[in-house]
């Protein structure tokens, strides 16, 4: 299995398909698994690189106190590795939180960026949301931590009309588990997130996609992203929640595969 050095330790990640380099990167449940839906399609496309975040997965379990700098550390180190000079970046939610970092600080290494269900600064709905997972996890424990994920990710329609997949995903993290420290310190890092005075300073042809639905990032946060970020295209999906890739892929895949292939022909005409 492929495996990237970091610092004081390694990372998972797998490649697909061939052609312009497409790092895509989970949030907080931190594994490459997230993206299954998606493989098809965009390896016709794409190199499509995949990871599972430090502390997740087959990656290195660090005893650490994460943070979204040291996330965005470790996503350049297996850029790096792979010698991938620039990429397209697609990010979930704490992904997204990523991508915002690199696009900041390492603008250089990125062709594009897409924000899907993230959020530039904790608010006050999405901090006592985080609080209070990380505060089930650590006070009833990973099993009721992992039962209630669902709700905060998947529309209840779909829970409701999909109980066997919701079961399998249970499942999967159940067997996946990073434990109750790293977890809870990957939440703390979640809840301590905050770019948004420096999302002006952002290059990359960036769209914004969320669902309307969505309960955990709701809309106005990635109305929010798209107002900071300078020439940012904002795109809200009619449903699919804060998982609108799993739950609906179909229009989630058109608006992304539509954006990057303007971008990459934006990125082949400067270059």
Request: without cysteine; positive net charge.
């Given at each position: 299995m492929p495996y990237a050095p970091i610092e004081e330790g390694t990372l998972y990640y797998e490649e697909y398909g061939s052609g312009p380099p497409l790092l895509l990167v989970s949030g907080l449940g931190g594994t490459s698994a997230y993206w299954r839906p998606q493989l098809e399609a965009y390896s016709k496309r794409y190199r499509v690189i995949l990871h599972d975040h430090r502390g997740c997965g087959r990656s290195t379990r660090s005893e650490i106190s994460y943070s979204v700098d040291q996330m965005s550390r470790d996503v350049l180190a297996l850029m790096d590795h792979l010698r991938l000079e620039r990429v397209h970046l697609l990010g979930h939610s704490t992904g997204g939180?990523?991508?915002?970092?690199?696009?900041?600080?390492?603008?250089?290494?990125?062709?594009?960026?897409?924000?899907?269900?993230?959020?530039?600064?904790?608010d006050e709905f999405f901090r006592r949301a985080m609080e209070s997972r990380k505060a089930l996890l650590e006070r009833s424990g990973p099993e009721a931590f992992i039962r209630a994920t669902p709700l905060f990710l998947f529309p209840p329609w779909w829970i409701h009309r999909f109980p066997e997949r919701?079961?399998?995903?249970?499942?999967?993290?159940?067997?996946g588990f990073s434990g109750v420290a790293i977890t809870a310190s990957r939440c703390q890092a979640i809840i301590d997130f905050d770019r948004l005075a420096e999302l002006g300073r952002i290059q990359a042809p960036t769209l914004v996609l969320c669902a309307q639905d969505d309960f955990l990032t709701p809309l106005y946060l990635s109305e929010e992203l798209a107002r900071h970020i300078p020439g940012a295209r904002l795109v809200a999906l009619a449903r699919g929640a804060h998982a609108a890739s799993q739950v609906e892929p179909e229009p989630f895949d058109q608006a992304v595969l539509g954006f990057l292939e303007e971008a990459e022909a934006r990125y082949q005409e400067t270059s």
């Open positions: 939180a990523i991508g915002q970092t690199i696009a900041v600080t390492a603008p250089e290494r990125l062709r594009s960026l897409v924000l899907y269900a993230s959020w530039g600064r904790t919701v079961a399998a995903l249970d499942q999967v993290s159940r067997e």
